[in-house]
């Protein structure tokens, strides 16, 4: 739970606001996902929910305990994956974790158990007697995850765990988190700036933007609420407009917008929806050459609420699939 939670970082004199007010609510056994460009504000949300750095106003609980007034509470319900990689490189991971139980106070034969337990539970049973720096990123990924699992935390936080993972790895990664999340009802917390993490992985999102939260709600029903791209394209200009005409009287819901000989609505039931809109043009002489109904995705979330696209800031390097994809040449002609 965040209240007005605030960090500002001042550097060369002048003040970047970092995290500007965060109210939240993360209920216990829930998977979030912090999403927003580079430089959001994710990360330094995560690290004064962990403890490491200090709020410049605002407070915030983690399981009950007061982030600045009972650190060591805090540190001790949590298990945090930095951006970084956590483990040893020159120890076997099986060796790392063992360590990691026996700091936390763990008996060795507790500990051996633990690594065990975790070694199955997060796939890495080929490689956890392999020296660290020998594994592939993913199972590095994977290994400081179970490292960061190793007190039982009821929640873990993990920044960015999928970045540099190639998509099989990612996949994989995404698979294991979901799995610890459902099997032992740990609350996950994790930042990401790839929309189809967000999507794939996270019940809830909670979309940041310049230290904001600008929305938070499940994935789909944030796309629900934008409703599908609906694209129809014209013979003519002259065609498109009257097109355009008759759309926005025939949904006055839907945002209708003409460029040249293509005319864009953003409407609910797109699909349904388009298909009226064609016969009603071909009926009136004006036949449709191409349609295309795109379900909204993430990015057209944020595209909405922001003016621009999470793509052009470094969330790029991934393509997602569209939901739902209906392209009809000659449609209606
Ligand atoms: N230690 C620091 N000193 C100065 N400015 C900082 C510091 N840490 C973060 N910032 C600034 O605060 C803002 C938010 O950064 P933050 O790392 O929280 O973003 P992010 O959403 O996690 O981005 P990324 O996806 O790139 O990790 C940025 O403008 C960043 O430059």
């Keep these: 739970m965040t209240r007005g939670l605030t960090r500002h970082f001042t550097v060369k004199k002048q003040t970047v606001e970092a995290v500007r007010g965060l109210d939240l609510e993360v209920g216990a056994g829930e998977l979030v996902a912090f999403l927003g460009p580079n430089g959001a504000g994710k990360s330094t949300t995560l690290r004064m929910l962990t403890t490491l750095i200090a709020p ?5 609980e983690v399981a009950g305990h007061d982030v600045v007034r009972d650190q060591r509470a805090v540190r001790r319900s949590i298990g945090f994956v930095g951006q970084g990689n956590g483990a040893g490189l020159q120890q076997r991971g099986r060796d790392e974790l063992v360590s990691q139980g026996r700091a936390y106070g763990l008996s060795k034969a507790d500990a051996i158990d633990r690594a065990d337990l975790l070694v ?31 007190h039982e935390p009821g929640v873990l936080f993990l920044d960015e765990p999928s970045t540099g993972l190639d998509p099989q790895n990612r996949a994989n ?54 409703g599908d791209l609906v694209t129809l394209g014209f013979g003519s200009s002259d065609h498109a407009a009257v097109a355009a005409e008759r759309a926005s009287r025939r949904t006055p819901d ?22 009226g809109i064609v016969t009603d043009l071909a009926a009136t002489g004006v036949p449709v050459s191409r349609m295309q ?22 969330g790029a390097e991934q393509a997602e699939a569209t939901e739902s994809s209906t392209v009809l040449e000659g449609a209606a002609a």
């Excluded at 410049?56 to 915030?60: P, R």
């Excluded at 996270?202 to 933007?209: F, L, Q």
């Excluded at 460029?259 to 864009?264: M, R, T």
């Design 56 to 60: 410049t106003a605002g407070t915030a």
């Design 293 to 314: 109904v795109v379900g909204p995705t993430l990015d057209d979330v944020f595209l909405h609420l922001t003016g621009r696209s999470l793509r052009e800031d470094g």
């Design 120 to 150: 199955r539970d997060l796939d890495l049973t080929e490689v956890a007697d392999r020296v660290v720096s020998t594994l592939s990123g993913g199972q590095r990924r994977r290994l400081d995850i179970a490292l960061g699992m190793v």
């Design 254 to 275: 839907a945002t209708v917008t003409r460029d040249g000989d293509v005319v864009s609505l953003r409407v609910a039931r797109g699909v349904e929806l388009a298909a």
């Design 173 to 226: 990664l995404q698979e294991q988190i979901r799995r610890l999340h459902e099997e032992r009802g740990t609350t996950i917390v994790l930042t990401t700036h790839y929309l189809e993490e967000a999507d794939a992985l996270a019940r809830r999102v909670i979309v940041i933007d310049h230290g904001l939260v600008i929305a938070d709600d499940t994935a789909s029903r944030l796309k629900s609420e934008l």
